[in-house]
């Protein structure tokens, strides 16, 4: 195994991050923003491939997140499902919803491809917050925790080591499908399009093809969430934490998958330092978007590398 | 001929008001240099998106080695054998150079997803065939100093060339080039000309759209000049060149174009 | 007519004009600037709640609507200089998520010059409701009409005949070009944005009355004329008013007939559905990719 590329390398860093983290994590608040950070992070992750890797836009990615979190919630706490089967059933029903709303929707570009993920993202949060008998509606609804035969998985310290090997795993996929002739296929998609096509490439198959996966990625994490905090509401599932998605992504830098994970925690931290501000919360969020924008338009990773490769001139 | 390898038959596209194809019809031998020439706005690049299924035809129809291939979509015609490059190069920056030839062998390679996500064994050693290939077709285009490059540190001249190893990486039967020589010296020039013969000799059909007279006079078995998106000729270049319309066609054009 | 479909429409219309308003708005800025103002629903917000501070320091409503219309230019013209303008030639994404920022921004100031309650505006002539057709119409909605109408023909006027207008049209199309032709284009830029703030300030203060106003009334407003400058075809001025118009028409009749609990989600089925089986909207210029 060469320790040097940055596949490799960068695996075991995350490895050890997550192993030796618990060291600096003082009680269960912190374990849980730690928690929150991996489920975001294995969101960003699939989401980077989509709007990062084969360039596409995604306004709509809590909507996902929401249907995996509401979907393990109802069929456990609801209808008594076991929670692996909930799992299941809730992957691949998401998995199925994007293959068939992709088609239609990535053959948009641009700014409608934007206000139709947009749409079908506030879409998927209306009916959540409308059909409350099944959901809750506004207040939310209990879910059972995550249980195996013999087995109940609950607990700061359980869905730590949970949440990180499923973000490695997360990861090593991403990685595995970037490095791949599909992942290179997706790359070229968003150099050229029509570069990729004449070069054999289906570019609405590939395009509904990651987006499926990154879909599935959304829910995996949505349903993780679910089970990990007992409790789900709406606020997940509607417009600003899509935002709040692209833009750890964004931040990270994108075509970066290390880098979404970088921006999932940072993003992920920022509103937990932020609410010492409490009413001055929103306006430095806001104020921290614009600013990471305007002066790393590229990213913090890429930006950092670049400042790096610089210094080392 | 026989079968022609392609047969276009009263091919039209109408933008709007304006027919930039006229029902053009001709057919091509196989493992020959075609070239198709005309003044500007004549509707060469227009055609030779039609027949790379960029552009669905108003009317009329393109036969591809005797199958019917009218309005597939460019990827289905790549699986069939088409290749093209770009006037304006489409290469991918986000790259390097030898992925991005790469891409032209997609339709080789085993693309299958699950089995990209879980790094199967046997991807690993495609890889690197896929790899060895590629850096050959960049030697084979006179590209052999770029073999660890990043696509966008090439210069323009290179990047034409790439982008015809990248076309070349599908194994094609039919190549088509869009103005190969746009933008580039005499010497580079002579590079493209000495690639087209190469690639015709190895049995590759070549079609080139192109504005440089003394490569398609010189490299060219066959010539179809176009003029307000109707075919005004075609032959051998000895025929071409010798024909009224066509000098009244250009001449007419430069005279205009000296105002 | 049946007595409640002409009151579905009336309402319909009353709310689709001021998405027609607010859609004007992301249809200038867009061309422009090719830039997707997330923040344009925060000028209706500022419109509105700037009105009703003013109103209730003492200033009679004709004093005060033309001061929170200039309010809102002055937060227009800021976001671009500030926020817009450094972050020229960045990736659609990012400059997504820039004017996202900015709205964000917007309602947490918002949350602190003024408050999280809703606050109402007294309408402009009264609360007698009018009998028309078998429906009862607000005076207020009147106004709306009215003074949405009157804005889309002086609107018309302007890029149609004034130089101004006609500059900011060109820049629109060819940005280069225009500039060549000595267009000032960094000041065509901060016009879009000053005219589009005034739109959405003025939608803002028409609707108060009737829908009361709030911090973060701007949001699905915002959202639901972006919808329908997309359905319209962006970047058309036409299209902008006729896609807000349909939905406020069509989102007021399925909530009528179909259901009223779904009533914020119909705009956005239709324009997925529009979007589906035309890309680019009803009047959206069909651009062949020249390769």
Same mark, same amino acid.
């Given at each position: 195994?060469?320790?040097?590329?940055?596949?490799?390398?960068?695996?075991?860093?995350?490895?050890?991050?997550?192993?030796?983290?618990?060291?600096?994590?003082?009680?269960?608040?912190?374990?849980?923003?730690?928690?929150? @950070?991996?489920?975001? &992070?294995? %969101?960003?992750?699939? #989401? !980077? /491939?989509?709007?990062?890797? $084969? *360039?596409?836009?995604?306004?709509?990615?809590?909507?996902?997140?929401?249907?995996?979190?509401?979907?393990?919630?109802?069929?456990?706490?609801?209808?008594?499902?076991?929670?692996?089967?909930?799992?299941?059933?809730?992957?691949?029903?998401?998995?199925?919803?994007?293959?068939?709303?992709?088609?239609?929707?990535?053959?948009?570009?641009?700014?409608?491809?934007?206000?139709?993920?947009?749409?079908?993202?506030?879409?998927?949060?209306?009916?959540?917050?409308?059909?409350?008998?099944?959901?809750?509606?506004?207040?939310?609804?209990?879910?059972?925790?995550?249980?195996?035969?013999?087995?109940?998985?609950?607990?700061?310290?359980?869905?730590?080591?949970?949440?990180? @090997?499923?973000?490695? &795993?997360? %990861?090593?996929?991403? #990685? !595995? /499908?970037?490095?791949?002739? $599909? *992942?290179?296929?997706?790359?070229?998609?968003?150099?050229?399009?029509?570069?990729?096509?004449?070069?054999?490439?289906?570019?609405?198959?590939?395009?509904?093809?990651?987006?499926?996966?990154?879909?599935?990625?959304?829910?995996?994490?949505?349903?993780?969430?679910?089970?990990?905090?007992?409790?789900?509401?709406?606020?997940?599932?509607?417009?600003?934490?899509?935002?709040?998605?692209?833009?750890?992504?964004?931040?990270?830098?994108?075509?970066?998958?290390?880098?979404?994970?970088?921006?999932?925690?940072?993003?992920?931290?920022?509103?937990?330092?932020?609410?010492?501000?409490?009413?001055?919360?929103?306006?430095?969020?806001?104020?921290?978007?614009?600013?990471?924008?305007?002066?790393?338009?590229?990213?913090?990773?890429?930006?950092?590398?670049?400042?790096?490769?610089?210094?080392?001139? | 001929?026989?079968?022609?390898?392609?047969?276009?038959?009263?091919?039209?596209?109408?933008?709007?008001?304006?027919?930039?194809?006229?029902?053009?019809?001709?057919?091509?031998?196989?493992?020959?240099?075609?070239?198709?020439?005309?003044?500007?706005?004549?509707?060469?690049?227009?055609?030779?998106?039609?027949?790379?299924?960029?552009?669905?035809?108003?009317?009329?129809?393109?036969?591809?080695?005797?199958?019917?291939?009218?309005?597939?979509?460019?990827?289905?015609?790549?699986?069939?054998?088409?290749?093209?490059?770009?006037?304006?190069?489409?290469?991918?920056?986000?790259?390097?150079?030898?992925?991005?030839?790469?891409?032209?062998?997609?339709?080789?390679?085993?693309?299958?997803?699950?089995?990209?996500?879980?790094?199967?064994?046997?991807?690993?050693?495609?890889?690197?065939?896929?790899?060895?290939?590629?850096?050959?077709?960049?030697?084979?285009?006179?590209?052999?100093?770029?073999?660890?490059?990043?696509?966008?540190?090439?210069?323009?001249?290179?990047?034409?060339?790439?982008?015809?190893?990248?076309?070349?990486?599908?194994?094609?039967?039919?190549?088509?080039?869009?103005?190969?020589?746009?933008?580039?010296?005499?010497?580079?020039?002579?590079?493209?000309?000495?690639?087209?013969?190469?690639?015709?000799?190895?049995?590759?059909?070549?079609?080139?759209?192109?504005?440089?007279?003394?490569?398609?006079?010189?490299?060219?078995?066959?010539?179809?000049?176009?003029?307000?998106?109707?075919?005004?000729?075609?032959?051998?270049?000895?025929?071409?060149?010798?024909?009224?319309?066509?000098?009244?066609?250009?001449?007419?054009?430069?005279?205009?174009?000296?105002? | 007519?049946?007595?409640?479909?002409?009151?579905?429409?009336?309402?319909?219309?009353?709310?689709?004009?001021?998405?027609?308003?607010?859609?004007?708005?992301?249809?200038?800025?867009?061309?422009?600037?090719?830039?997707?103002?997330?923040?344009?629903?925060?000028?209706?917000?500022?419109?509105?709640?700037?009105?009703?501070?003013?109103?209730?320091?003492?200033?009679?409503?004709?004093?005060?609507?033309?001061?929170?219309?200039?309010?809102?230019?002055?937060?227009?013209?800021?976001?671009?200089?500030?926020?817009?303008?450094?972050?020229?030639?960045?990736?659609?994404?990012?400059?997504?998520?820039?004017?996202?920022?900015?709205?964000?921004?917007?309602?947490?100031?918002?949350?602190?010059?003024?408050?999280?309650?809703?606050?109402?505006?007294?309408?402009?002539?009264?609360?007698?409701?009018?009998?028309?057709?078998?429906?009862?119409?607000?005076?207020?909605?009147?106004?709306?009409?009215?003074?949405?109408?009157?804005?889309?023909?002086?609107?018309?006027?302007?890029?149609?005949?004034?130089?101004?207008?006609?500059?900011?049209?060109?820049?629109?199309?060819?940005?280069?070009?225009?500039?060549?032709?000595?267009?000032?284009?960094?000041?065509?830029?901060?016009?879009?944005?000053?005219?589009?703030?005034?739109?959405?300030?003025?939608?803002?203060?028409?609707?108060?009355?009737?829908?009361?106003?709030?911090?973060?009334?701007?949001?699905?407003?915002?959202?639901?004329?972006?919808?329908?400058?997309?359905?319209?075809?962006?970047?058309?001025?036409?299209?902008?008013?006729?896609?807000?118009?349909?939905?406020?028409?069509?989102?007021?009749?399925?909530?009528?007939?179909?259901?009223?609990?779904?009533?914020?989600?119909?705009?956005?089925?239709?324009?997925?559905?529009?979007?589906?089986?035309?890309?680019?909207?009803?009047?959206?210029?069909?651009?062949?990719?020249?390769?």
């Amino acid at each position: 195994m060469n320790w040097k590329t940055p596949r490799t390398g960068g695996l075991a860093a995350l490895a050890a991050v997550i192993l030796l983290l618990p060291l600096a994590l003082a009680n269960n608040y912190w374990y849980e923003v730690a928690i929150l @950070i991996g489920i975001n &992070a294995i %969101v960003c992750v699939g #989401l !980077n /491939l989509l709007v990062g890797y $084969a *360039g596409q836009i995604s306004l709509g990615h809590a909507g996902f997140f929401g249907l995996g979190a509401y979907g393990s919630a109802i069929l456990t706490a609801r209808y008594g499902w076991p929670s692996a089967a909930a799992l299941v059933a809730t992957t691949a029903g998401v998995a199925l919803l994007a293959l068939l709303v992709g088609r239609p929707i990535l053959k948009l570009k641009g700014h409608y491809l934007a206000m139709a993920t947009l749409g079908m993202g506030v879409i998927i949060s209306i009916v959540i917050v409308t059909e409350d008998r099944l959901t809750g509606g506004p207040d939310g609804m209990s879910v059972p925790a995550f249980t195996l035969p013999g087995l109940s998985l609950a607990g700061e310290r359980t869905w730590y080591w949970i949440t990180g @090997i499923a973000l490695l &795993a997360a %990861v090593w996929i991403a #990685l !595995n /499908l970037i490095e791949s002739p $599909a *992942g290179r296929a997706l790359r070229a998609l968003h150099g050229s399009e029509v570069g990729a096509q004449v070069s054999g490439v289906d570019a609405t198959r590939a395009k509904v093809g990651v987006f499926v996966i990154s879909a599935v990625f959304a829910s995996f994490a949505g349903s993780m969430a679910a089970h990990y905090s007992g409790f789900i509401t709406p606020g997940k599932v509607g417009f600003f934490h899509s935002i709040e998605l692209v833009t750890m992504v964004v931040f990270g830098g994108m075509a970066s998958t290390f880098g979404a994970v970088i921006g999932a925690a940072t993003l992920t931290l920022l509103p937990q330092l932020l609410t010492v501000l409490k009413e001055y919360e929103m306006v430095v969020f806001g104020a921290v978007m614009i600013a990471t924008m305007v002066f790393l338009p590229r990213g913090f990773l890429p930006s950092l590398m670049l400042e790096l490769k610089k210094n080392r001139k | 001929m026989n079968t022609p390898q392609l047969r276009v038959t009263a091919l039209s596209k109408a933008f709007g008001g304006v027919l930039a194809v006229d029902q053009v019809s001709f057919d091509l031998a196989p493992a020959r240099v075609n070239s198709i020439i005309g003044p500007n706005g004549a509707g060469k690049t227009t055609l030779l998106n039609l027949l790379t299924g960029i552009y669905a035809p108003s009317s009329g129809t393109v036969a591809f080695d005797g199958a019917d291939v009218t309005g597939l979509a460019p990827h289905q015609l790549a699986a069939r054998g088409m290749a093209r490059t770009f006037q304006n190069p489409q290469i991918f920056f986000n790259m390097s150079a030898l992925e991005n030839v790469m891409v032209g062998r997609h339709l080789r390679e085993r693309s299958g997803w699950l089995a990209a996500m879980l790094r199967s064994a046997r991807l690993k050693t495609a890889e690197r065939e896929s790899r060895a290939e590629a850096a050959e077709l960049l030697r084979f285009v006179g590209l052999g100093e770029y073999l660890d490059a990043e696509a966008d540190a090439m210069p323009y001249g290179a990047l034409k060339r790439l982008e015809i190893a990248r076309a070349l990486g599908g194994k094609p039967k039919l190549l088509l080039l869009d103005e190969p020589a746009a933008g580039l010296n005499q010497t580079e020039t002579q590079a493209i000309n000495a690639l087209i013969t190469r690639l015709a000799k190895s049995g590759v059909t070549v079609v080139l759209v192109e504005h440089n007279m003394r490569l398609v006079m010189g490299v060219s078995d066959h010539i179809l000049v176009l003029d307000y998106g109707r075919k005004l000729c075609e032959g051998t270049a000895e025929h071409v060149r010798n024909d009224p319309k066509v000098i009244e066609a250009y001449l007419g054009s430069a005279e205009q174009a000296a105002c | 007519m049946s007595a409640p479909l002409a009151q579905y429409l009336l309402t319909g219309l009353t709310i689709g004009a001021i998405y027609a308003l607010v859609a004007l708005g992301f249809a200038i800025i867009y061309n422009a600037s090719h830039v997707i103002n997330f923040a344009q629903g925060e000028f209706v917000m500022i419109g509105g709640m700037a009105t009703v501070s003013f109103a209730s320091l003492g200033l009679p409503l004709l004093a005060a609507i033309p001061v929170a219309v200039l309010a809102a230019v002055a937060v227009g013209l800021a976001l671009e200089k500030f926020a817009v303008e450094p972050a020229r030639g960045a990736s659609v994404v990012t400059l997504i998520i820039i004017t996202i920022g900015a709205s964000i921004l917007l309602r947490g100031l918002a949350t602190l010059v003024w408050d999280k309650n809703l606050h109402s505006l007294k309408p402009f002539s009264g609360e007698r409701p009018i009998e028309l057709a078998g429906a009862t119409i607000l005076p207020q909605s009147l106004w709306v009409l009215g003074v949405t109408l009157a804005i889309v023909l002086a609107l018309g006027g302007f890029f149609g005949r004034t130089l101004t207008g006609k500059a900011m049209l060109a820049a629109s199309h060819n940005r280069l070009a225009a500039q060549l032709c000595g267009v000032n284009v960094r000041f065509v830029l901060l016009l879009s944005f000053g005219l589009s703030a005034a739109l959405g300030a003025i939608a803002g203060i028409l609707i108060a009355p009737i829908t009361l106003t709030s911090w973060d009334v701007g949001v699905m407003l915002g959202l639901k004329g972006f919808a329908a400058a997309i359905l319209g075809g962006l970047g058309s001025g036409a299209g902008a008013v006729v896609g807000g118009l349909a939905l406020g028409i069509l989102e007021s009749l399925g909530a009528g007939y179909l259901s009223s609990a779904y009533k914020d989600a119909i705009a956005f089925v239709i324009i997925l559905a529009v979007l589906f089986f035309m890309p680019n909207g009803l009047f959206g210029m069909k651009s062949t990719e020249r390769v």
